[in-house]
């Protein structure tokens, strides 16, 4: 029933920088915490702003980004020390190893960062519907989906429908159903 004629892997993990590193920070999608604390993802970053000598990120939710772009508006984007900021993008780690989801001693993090993000089989994973996904294609990965099912079966696969996380939001915003696709769940990953 697979049509595909490629290896399907794994998306390259999300791995955390810090944001004092990156010079272009705008829709940037961001973590944002404090060690020891604890970490809130599914945020997005507008450009640095600087308070005398003190560099801030306006950190927006997803939606009112997507609503910021689609709209041209304004939003509130609460400011926060920029040492308080991770970007969030695909890589490898340094000097870090990846281990397979096992026991809860095998997914242990330290709290100093945030931890990185192994992308994990869609089929390994319950309550699909609005999760961030990532798709295997042939050179490489897609990024910027989101589940629009629960899986189904069509024809002797097993499927979700899936759209970008523009139209995702603009479906809670406005109610204007997104254009969706099928996709085959051993091509998708859960970010």
């Not at 040492?83 to 997914?107: A, C, M, S, Y």
């Not at 990185?116 to 089989?121: A, S």
């Not at 989101?146 to 024809?155: F, G, I, K, L, N």
């Amino acid at each position: 029933m697979h049509d595909e004629k490629f290896t399907v892997r794994s998306p390259i993990p999300l791995v955390p920088s810090p944001a004092v590193s990156v010079d272009e920070l705008r829709g940037e999608r961001v973590i944002v915490g404090s060690p020891g604390s604890g970490w809130r993802y599914d945020l997005r970053a507008d450009d640095k702003v600087f308070r005398g000598d003190q560099a801030f990120v306006p950190i927006l939710t997803e939606a009112d980004f997507y609503r910021a772009e689609d709209e041209g508006v304004e939003v509130f984007a609460p400011l926060v020390p920029i040492e308080r900021v991770w970007i969030e993008q695909p890589g490898f780690p340094e000097n870090k190893i990846i281990h397979d989801i096992g026991t809860v001693l095998d997914r242990l993090v330290r709290l100093e960062t945030p931890p990185i993000r192994r992308p994990m089989p869609a089929s390994e994973v319950a309550g699909l519907n609005g999760r961030r996904l990532a798709q295997s294609i042939p050179d490489g990965e897609r990024r910027g989906l989101r589940a629009a099912s629960e899986p189904y079966e069509d024809r002797g696969d097993i499927c979700l429908r899936v759209c970008e996380e523009a139209a995702w939001y603009r479906w809670s915003r406005t109610g204007e159903t997104p254009r969706t696709e099928k996709v085959e769940i051993h091509l998708l990953w859960v970010e």
